[in-house]
């Protein structure tokens, strides 16, 4: 019995030393309680970060200062139906927009920084050798239902979620999701720009989920892995 209490207290007494020591040894990246950086490098730890700050107006405020995009927050935005607080105007950035900003949520305006960086452009440069020049899309906030369930709030109510139309290649070409069953290169490259876009979005549909979306993906902040 005295063994086991003395073990229960030294794995207390550990746990207390690593609550509070953590940091001396711990690199920021790896650390839980310190705000995501945009500008790292993606690890085991950023999906769990993603998850913090959607739950977290603080962290997710300090994740977004580390963007390399041009944000504006609001205050107050939306619509009477529809209202929206602590939301942000985003723009283009080395990558421009067509049209040339949309309304976000914090969590869409972190997680559309990542795809940026991490996912729209390397894949770009994987599979055409060439940069991203621009992402067309059809807008983010909407007040409405979701499209095929009368009285379900869609994400786009409350700015969590964006519709991508196209990528236009450095070289001038564009890539139309609608060009979703189109032979390699274009297939792949859509195909893969969905599935490196799962791991940044809590929700991402394509094409295949269903005639809806046959010429845009849908990529939300909020969700729970879907990705079809």
């Known amino acids: 019995m005295r063994l086991g209490r003395l073990f229960i207290l030294s794995l207390c007494a550990a746990m207390v030393a690593l609550a509070v020591f953590h940091r001396r040894w711990l690199p920021p990246a790896y650390d839980p309680t310190q705000p995501l950086d945009l500008a790292a490098a993606w690890t085991f730890m950023t999906p769990l970060k993603l998850r913090l ?3 977290s107006p ?13 944000v504006r ?12 607080e602590g939301v942000y105007t985003v723009g283009g950035g080395a990558v421009s927009l067509l049209p040339a900003s949309f309304l976000a949520s914090c969590s869409l305006a972190v997680r ?20 991203l020049s621009r992402i067309r899309h059809v807008g983010s906030f909407a007040c409405r239902d979701v499209r095929d369930r009368p009285g ?16 236009v290649l450095a070289d001038g ?4 999701v609608s060009a979703w069953n189109a032979s390699a290169p274009v297939g792949l ?8 876009a799962c791991r ?5 549909l394509s094409p295949d989920y269903n005639s809806l979306h046959a010429s845009h993906f849908h990529l939300q902040a909020t969700g729970f892995g879907l990705c079809r």
Do not use: K
Request: charged share 20%.
């Open 173 to 176: 070409r564009e890539i139309p």
């Open 200 to 204: 940044v979005f809590g929700t991402v």
């Open 53 to 55: 700050l959607s739950a």
């Open 189 to 196: 490259y859509l195909h893969r720009m969905r599935d490196r």
């Open 58 to 70: 603080e962290l997710c405020r300090a994740a977004l200062l580390t963007s390399r995009l041009p």
């Open 73 to 84: 927050e609001h205050a107050h935005s939306g619509t009477a139906a529809c209202p929206l």
């Open 152 to 167: 379900a709030q869609s994400s786009h109510a409350t700015a969590d979620a964006i519709d991508v139309s196209a990528f």
């Open 112 to 131: 559309w920084s990542l795809f940026e960086r991490q996912v729209a452009e390397p894949v770009t440069q994987a599979v055409f050798h060439t940069g």
